[in-house]
């Protein structure tokens, strides 16, 4: 039986890649990373990739400075890869819907807050601390377009510091981020996700 082939989307270091092709190297994932997508030419995580001979595609905004146009390639790269799950791992963008539609039930991406708190952001360490949160943490979910809204899979609390920047609590949420990642990977290659009403319901093993 083939593995399920495994796309991720990047946008910068892609440290969140790298905890992937690692839990994959080391058996922990039942996937192949088959492409890996950047919409930033520079991005230091296509290093992590070419390394490991993971195939890579930029497709930016200097090929196609128009969203829908470049979406619609990287849903184009998608299919001809035969991608199965989409993972958006540092991803910087929001999906074109038609893109979000292809892949209903096999997007997830991580965002580094307990979600709905600071959803919609790219600064939600920032907020949090400007919030005076004394619980922060890291959210794995489904990809719908309601930005940052789809349904939950996994979270992971991480406290906050009265010390803290940005930049630390950062960090912490990070590693929590490179556990909770591949674990909700691990799941739904597990056929162990299921949707009920908008909760997802995970089956025991």
């Known amino acids: ?8 989307l990047i946008s910068g270091r892609g440290s969140n890649l790298l905890a992937i092709l690692e839990a994959v190297e080391h058996g922990e994932l039942p996937v192949d990373v088959a492409l890996v997508v950047s919409n930033r030419a520079e991005a230091a995580g296509l290093a992590h990739a070419r390394g490991r001979g993971v195939p890579t595609r930029v497709i930016d ?47 997830l991406n991580v965002h580094p807050s307990l979600l709905p708190a600071f959803a919609g952001t790219i600064h939600a360490q920032r907020d949090a ?42 960090t912490r949420i990070l590693v929590e981020e490179h556990i909770a990642l591949p674990e909700a990977i691990r799941l739904w290659a597990d056929g162990r996700l299921h949707f009920d009403g908008r909760r997802v319901r995970i089956a025991p093993p």
Not at 1 to 8: A, E, I
Request: hydrophobic fraction near 45%; charge should be negative; glycine fraction near 10%.
């Open 61 to 107: 905004r200097a090929a196609y400075p128009r969203r829908a146009a470049r979406h619609a390639a990287i849903l184009d790269a998608l299919g001809e890869a035969g991608i199965d799950l989409v993972v958006c791992a540092g991803w910087d963008e929001i999906l074109e819907p038609a893109l979000v539609q292809v892949y209903a039930g096999r997007m």
């Open 1 to 8: 039986m083939s593995r399920p082939r495994l796309g991720v």
């Open 129 to 170: 601390l400007n919030h005076g949160v004394k619980i922060s943490g890291c959210t794995v979910h489904f990809v719908t377009d309601d930005v940052d809204g789809g349904p939950i899979v996994l979270q992971r609390p991480v406290p906050v510091f009265e010390s803290d920047t940005p930049v630390s609590l950062a």
